[in-house]
């Protein structure tokens, strides 16, 4: 982004009120129309774009100039929203008793009203701020912010893929209901079904037993790159070169509830042995990362290297983490984009690694390298089955170079070596 323009957006003064903060002075309010005061301003180092490739609006994190709370930490129910004037406000409103249909009217009218321009709704209830594994459960975000100690807890938690809601839902039905917690929406039903599956093998409804889904899904994703077979590392402990600081947690991600350890070194892994972070390069204008490398055909995946581009940071693509995070999920195994949303879509759209492709992944690496799995695939019984090993070879140590990207639109490559 050309600096000059985000000196001016860092600039801009976001606004909304609390409860405790009712400003009716304005004329031409309805009656009981809420209008917001000033207070509220981007975080400073968050660019207020917004809504790039893997980013959540950056309006989620901007923070109360008095109380320092954040948006998205503030008590429900909440609308965040932007005045579509040259003036670009923003403006918004927490911890309303209101529904949050009637805080939208009350942004539309701000809007017509103040600027004579139409709104755009960036937030309500943080269901556009909503990111992380899990369906969005609304009480479950309410129940977190309701109670410090718990919105503590979430902000300091080791699994940080789950999102607030999923989270929520989970320390409720396992802790809050035993200290006697409450939140409208929240009862012993809600913990009848359980929270997304972190510890399953096999299709996302869970289960220990790897379904004809579950298999489906891994052919589709990787197998299908090695004639039915699958290919990942030898050793579940992968190591890793060139991840520092937020690099590394953005690797490390992918261990919860896979089955696999990173173990970090400071030389490039050897053949066989691991991924090396190579860092930004030149890797062509429209891609955002890259991870190149090959396996053997034998099922092992013999290299992998991550690359990002040297003006990520002036390209729609979101943080180079989370481009770390979806490239090194094609090094160890996810070969083929999902179906959107989740992060290792072709775009990464958003910042949730979704429970298949855990799943998927938990499965591959509870199977040997080259495991033939056209067996336990739907139609396996016909020509499935009967399909030609052209690519396989259980003695064999040639190579086959794959490249994945993200482009503008996302695109795969995987190329066979002659």
């Not at 947690?249 to 919860?256: E, I, K």
Request: glycine residues 10%; proline residues 4%.
């Amino acid at each position: 982004m050309n600096r000059l323009l985000l000196i001016a957006l860092l600039l801009l003064i976001a606004v909304f009120t609390t409860a405790c903060s009712e400003d009716k002075s304005s004329a031409g309010l309805a009656e009981n129309e809420m209008v917001p005061a000033s207070g509220y301003a981007p975080v400073s180092g968050v660019p207020v774009s917004g809504n790039h490739i893997y980013s959540r609006p950056a309006a989620c994190d901007f923070r109360h100039s008095k109380t320092k709370v954040r948006y998205v930490d503030a008590k429900l129910h909440k609308v965040m929203g932007k005045c579509n004037s040259s003036s670009n406000r923003y403006a918004g409103w927490a911890e309303r008793p209101e529904k949050p249909a009637v805080i939208i009217k009350w942004l539309k009218s701000y809007c017509k009203r103040k600027y004579k321009s139409t709104a755009t709704i960036i937030d309500v209830d943080e269901r556009q701020c909503h990111s992380g594994s899990g369906a969005y459960n609304v009480a479950a975000v309410g129940y977190v912010n309701k109670y410090k100690d718990v919105l503590r807890a979430f902000k300091s938690r080791r699994d940080t893929e789950l999102s607030k809601s999923a989270w929520g839902k989970e320390h409720y039905c396992k802790t809050g209901r035993k200290k006697g917690r409450t939140y409208p929406g929240l009862s012993a039903k809600t913990c009848g079904s359980s929270s997304p599956c972190r510890n399953c093998t096999g299709s996302s409804e869970g289960g220990g037993t790897p379904t004809s889904g579950g298999y489906q899904f891994l052919n589709k994703h990787n197998a299908y790159a090695l004639s039915g077979r699958t290919v990942r590392w030898k050793a579940k402990t992968i190591q890793v070169s060139g991840a520092k600081g937020a690099w590394r947690t953005a690797v490390n991600r992918w261990q919860a509830g896979i089955g696999i350890k990173f173990k970090y070194v400071k030389k490039k892994p050897a053949k066989g042995k691991g991924i090396q972070i190579v860092g930004y390069a030149n890797i062509g204008k429209d891609f955002c990362g890259k991870a190149s490398g090959w396996w053997w055909d034998d099922g092992e995946i013999g290299e992998c290297k991550v690359r990002v581009n040297s003006k990520h940071d002036n390209m729609p693509c979101g943080t180079v983490a989370r481009t770390i995070t979806h490239e090194v999920g094609h090094c160890i195994g996810v070969f083929k984009h999902i179906k959107g949303p989740g992060l290792m879509d072709k775009t990464g759209s958003i910042n949730t690694i979704t429970t298949p492709v855990r799943n998927m992944l938990k499965l591959l690496y509870s199977l040997p390298p080259g495991t033939n799995i056209k067996s336990k695939l739907k139609g396996s019984s016909t020509a499935l089955q009967r399909t030609k090993e052209s690519k396989y070879d259980p003695d064999g140590r040639q190579r086959i170079y794959f490249e994945f990207g993200i482009l503008k639109g996302g695109i795969t490559k995987v190329i066979r070596s002659d």
